[in-house]
């Protein structure tokens, strides 16, 4: 009786351990080899809320600080001085050293940028990238409610423009659009109802504008992304007349390429709520706003963006290492 009762006790602690921190235990066991798929997932999904939910808390607090323009220098390391008692010996000529070529690896450092749709977006592509071809060099930068409409609210032409300078990335992946249905500004400072042709004149010379930016700096490769199809009649309406607008700056540069997701969640020219990723597993793919995508919308985007960039080889599988 006391070995049974000594086994219920134990067995007691470790389930009240478990669930008093279930996300704790997910992340902990999803790392052995006895975690299943699903378990997996799910504990991705657990450090991918958590991940969200720090970055919202983050931009609330310190919007207006950029820390990306802070630069860290390393510790000055002490030199020893020789004091009167040491020997100081001569230090030997030091022989040329043939130099050796550099190896440069192209399209190694990768930079998304967007408003919050991107953020979804984002970590799903970060967590393809590191799994699939072993890119941990990527970065994320969104900002909530942004666009390309309204650039006195934010201004993505200088904070990208600084982006890239201070990263150095070879490729850029954007997407904007959810927060630019709304009227506008144009450069002669006359005000322009949504979608009126005025409009659509405008807001071309502002994607123009940060495509000419795109296309004349260092980035090697630039992924403009489309918005997808909407279960809201606002944005039927105005995402294909701005997805026009992406596809023809893109032209500017041959670096600039534009990859349309429009038909990623549609049937025969019509929003389907549920759709199937790669793998055959169904899901919701955006929540009700329309706009912002489910992690599940994500993933599949994401597949659509990673596919296209391996077709471009831009990815490539790392090698396999041989057995010995």
Do not use: C
Not at 8 to 13: A, K, M, R, Y
Not at 85 to 105: E, F, G, H, M, Y
Not at 244 to 253: F, L, P, Q, R, V
């Amino acid at each position: 009786m006391k070995d049974r009762e000594i086994l219920l006790i134990v067995t007691s602690v470790i389930l009240t351990l478990i669930f008093s921190n279930l996300s704790l235990f997910l992340k902990s066991f999803s790392s052995t080899p006895l975690a299943s798929t699903e378990i997996k997932q799910a504990a991705r999904q657990i450090e991918i809320d958590g991940f969200r939910k720090s970055e919202q808390d983050f931009w609330s607090k310190i919007k207006d600080i950029n820390f990306d323009s802070i630069s860290k220098k390393p510790d000055k390391i002490p030199v020893k001085t020789a004091t009167k008692s040491a020997v100081i010996l001569p230090k030997p000529a030091k022989k040329p050293t043939p130099s050796k070529p550099k190896l440069t690896v192209s399209y190694r450092k990768f930079l998304f940028i967007g408003d919050s749709v991107m953020f979804d977006l984002g970590t799903q592509l970060q967590y393809t990238l590191k799994e699939k071809y072993n890119i941990s060099n990527t970065k994320i930068d969104y900002k909530v409610s942004s666009g390309l409409n309204r650039i006195d609210y934010y201004d993505w032409y200088a904070r990208t423009s600084e982006m890239i300078q201070d990263y150095g990335p070879d490729v850029v992946i954007i997407l904007f659009g959810g927060n630019d249905t709304q009227d506008i500004t144009d450069n002669q400072g006359k005000y322009r109802a949504i979608l009126t042709p005025e409009w659509q004149k405008a807001y071309q010379a502002r994607v123009d504008k940060y495509a000419k930016l795109l296309g004349s700096s260092s980035v090697k490769k630039v992924y403009w992304i489309g918005q997808s199809i909407s279960n809201k009649s606002s944005y039927l309406k105005a995402f294909p007349i701005m997805n026009d607008i992406y596809k023809n700056a893109s032209k500017s540069s041959s670096k600039i390429e534009f990859i349309s997701t429009w038909d990623a969640f549609a049937e025969a020219g019509n929003f389907v709520p549920v759709v199937a990723d790669k793998s055959g597993k169904r899901g919701y793919v955006k929540i009700n706003d329309g706009v912002h995508f489910t992690s599940h919308g994500a993933q599949i985007i994401s597949d659509v963006i990673v596919d296209k960039m391996a077709k471009d080889k831009i990815l490539k599988l790392p090698k396999k290492k041989e057995a010995s």
